[in-house]
T-cell receptor
């Protein structure tokens, strides 16, 4: 599975959009980009995933660059409950070893 | 109904004891996992089972023995517990849908070895 690089931490004002970047320059053609989050030691929660097209669901949007070497998770209107560690993971069709890395600690402030 | 459930939620025990953690998923998934999250919050895969067959074993001491009686269950038995085994253990399950492989996690089992 490809390695990912994320900033260690980010802050966001409540009600504003939170844009979390992820670099995955060694991604291969059959690998998907997945985003999960972990709120205060709860189990990781799936947010969204994509292969090459941008994706949107009720939780977030995922923007993948054309060369697929980086992506951005967008939480359109961050709330205090979105404070969590966000993990960007790249892997193929099998969940495989699913290395979670260090993630980005997002703190949403009032 | 909880999709992936683990029991117990908390486990406090003495060094040298043997303990088990149970995991059940009601999602109909064919793959299940155990992860360990230590005090530094790094989430590391331990084992993965697909259709009751072991497919990943990540250099885990052989004191840890997973058991999958059927596709819906993956239990973790730990022998001769050590202080370093203290961590949060997460169970997860997934299946490939043709558009990716989404994992669903349990709430975790917080193991403290005294």
């Amino acid at each position: 599975d490809a390695k990912t690089t994320q900033p260690t931490s980010m802050d966001c004002a409540e009600g504003r959009a939170a844009n979390l970047p992820c670099n995955h320059s060694t991604i291969s053609g059959n690998e998907y980009v997945y985003w999960y989050r972990q709120i205060h030691s709860q189990g990781p929660q799936y947010i969204i995933h994509g292969l090459k097209n941008n994706e949107t669901n009720e939780m977030a949007s995922l923007i993948i660059t054309e060369d697929r070497k980086s992506s951005t998770l967008i939480l359109p209107h961050a709330t205090l409950r979105d404070t969590a560690v966000y993990y960007c993971i790249v892997r193929g069709t099998n969940a495989g070893k699913s290395t979670f890395g260090d993630g980005t600690t997002l703190t949403v402030k009032p | 109904d909880t999709a992936v459930s683990q029991t117990p939620k908390y486990l406090v025990t003495q060094m040298g004891n043997d303990k088990s953690i149970k995991c059940e998923q009601n999602l109909g998934h064919d793959t299940m996992y155990w992860y360990k999250q230590d005090s530094k919050k790094f989430l590391k895969i331990m084992f993965s089972y697909n259709n009751k067959e072991l497919i990943i074993n990540e250099t885990v001491p052989n004191r840890f023995s997973p058991k999958s009686p059927d596709k819906a269950h993956l239990n973790l038995h730990i022998n001769s517990l050590e202080l370093g085994d203290s961590a949060v253990y997460f169970c997860a399950s997934s299946t490939y849908s043709g558009s990716g492989n989404i994992q669903y996690f349990g709430a975790g089992t917080r193991l403290s070895v005294l």
